[in-house]
Nanobody, 115 residues
Framework: QVQLVESGGGLVQAGGSLRLSCAAS????????MGWYRQAPGKQRELVAA???????NYADSVKGRFTISRDNAKNTVYLQMNSLKPEDTAVYYC?????????WGQGTQVTVSS
């Protein structure tokens, strides 16, 4: 099993930055893939950024060049650095882990970008 705890959400003005953190309960070396998803009101949950155990990355087109996913293996933590935030980035952001063919989710953290 994997427990995921997110932090770092909040309210920010358009053009600002936030960094989300996701702390895992086990070594992230053992986790096949980790990533961030988001869900805005009335919309489906969508992939924002993903990071595999081999350190390859994948980003949604809407965040390329603005968001960066990274990891700190010593802290078992994955980060999402979000720059040049836009009002349309407003959503609940969820950390995701794929481990032994099961999906695990954090509780979500709210990100609100004001115009």
């Amino acid at each position: 099993q994997v427990q995921l705890v997110e932090s770092g959400g909040g309210l920010v003005q358009a053009g600002g930055s936030l960094r989300l953190s996701c702390a895992a309960s086990r070594s992230i070396f053992s986790i096949n893939a980790m990533g961030w998803y988001r869900q805005a009101p009335g919309k489906q949950r969508e992939l924002v950024a993903a990071l595999t155990s081999g350190s390859s990355t994948n980003y949604a087109d809407s965040v390329k060049g603005r968001f960066t996913i990274s990891r700190d293996n010593a802290k078992n933590t994955v980060y999402l650095q979000m720059n040049s935030l836009k009002p349309e980035d407003t959503a609940v952001y969820y950390c995701h882990a794929r481990y032994l063919r099961k999906d695990y989710w954090g509780q979500g953290t709210q990100v609100t970008v004001s115009s």
